[in-house]
């Protein structure tokens, strides 16, 4: 478990004052407060490091059992005192900072802070404050991109209760759909929190997709790209047959209109299929095959 | 109008510890709705989210109203750029980089 420099975080000297921790505290958290960072991760994780530097340093207690055994904490003794000793009530929080982002996954509390100090003290600056309205729960959700290509309805257990989700087609990845009043009770009367869901969408058909819109490249012979004929396509509904006009240009892009993805709650809609035709050139010809082409290179051929 | 969908302005502020009059000031910049039909001031329990946030910006970061209008417009900008940055990627996501 590695060790955690307190100082370090807040940017301080080992010799600051209280009024020097609480100063730099504040910047930092005024920094990385995550009303006004919205969506970065990593402005989270900074405020959880600087919240807990700062549960440690402006409490004289901790701030002095920091001091004093911090570098050496990895001693298997230290370890197992702080183990048994239960946490030692305590920790009214000097930083009253809460944020919305409860998402309860994360420990709030690194190991080092918890093999030292003992488990989640009531943290109450920590995580966001119950005052009425509920706490909003965000989860997320892994699926194919197969998975989206119909509507369709999943049961989620999210902190023990199951919630029935009509997840609707054409989702997009990331994108993000709140289930109101799913989150955590509110107190006093007051309403319960929202879930959030983040979608996380893995594409692994042979298909790039735009939207609606999905994109492939087929390969076709030369002597079909020279003098056409038919091929197969495979989409997603099916496989399709269609004609290549004689003369048809590496590069050349087809619309298969109407074979592409839902179209997002438009209900029946679906978006485009685009193909670019790729033509090889071929390599390793067989003698006959090479005497054919130097035939045809002597007709002048463009 | 479902009476148990609002809050009164007087109990919110009761609960989250602010003056009514940070809330009237949002109501003055447009950042949320309040119903004075009836006697008392009421929220809708749908603006409580971003009222709470209102809240926070004001008592944990010292921002005062007008910064905390000036904050939420931003913050309103930040949030449409990285939606813009979002589908962006998904676009490029197209082209094998």
Known sequence: MEFIDYYKVLGIDKSATADAIKKAYRKLARKYHPDLNPNDKEAELNFKKVNEANEVLSDPEKRKKYDQYGKDWQHADEFEKAKRASSQGRSRSSSGYTYSHAGGSEQDFSDFFESMFGGASSFGGRGQKVRFRGEDYHAKLQLSLMDVYATQKQTLTVNGKNIRLTIPAGIEDEQTIKVKGHGGPGIQGGPAGDLYITFSITNNTAFKRDGADLYKAVQIPLTKAVLGGEILVETLTGKVKLKVAPGTNNGTKVKLKGKGFPKYKKEGEFGDLFLTYTVDIPKNLTEEQKSLFEALEKTNLA | ?97
């Open chain 2, 1 to 97: 109008m479902k009476q148990e969908n609002y809050i009164s302005v007087k109990t919110f502020c009761q609960h989250h510890g602010v003056k009514e009059s940070f809330v009237y000031s949002m109501y003055e910049f447009e950042l949320l709705q309040i119903d004075d039909s009836k006697e008392e001031a009421l929220l809708s329990t749908d603006e409580l989210p971003i009222l709470e946030k209102m809240v926070r910006l004001h008592k944990e970061l010292d921002i005062n109203p007008e910064g905390v209008q000036a904050v939420y417009h931003l913050l309103q900008q930040v949030e449409g750029l990285q939606e813009e940055v979002a589908a962006l990627k998904r676009k490029l996501d197209r082209f094998d980089f």
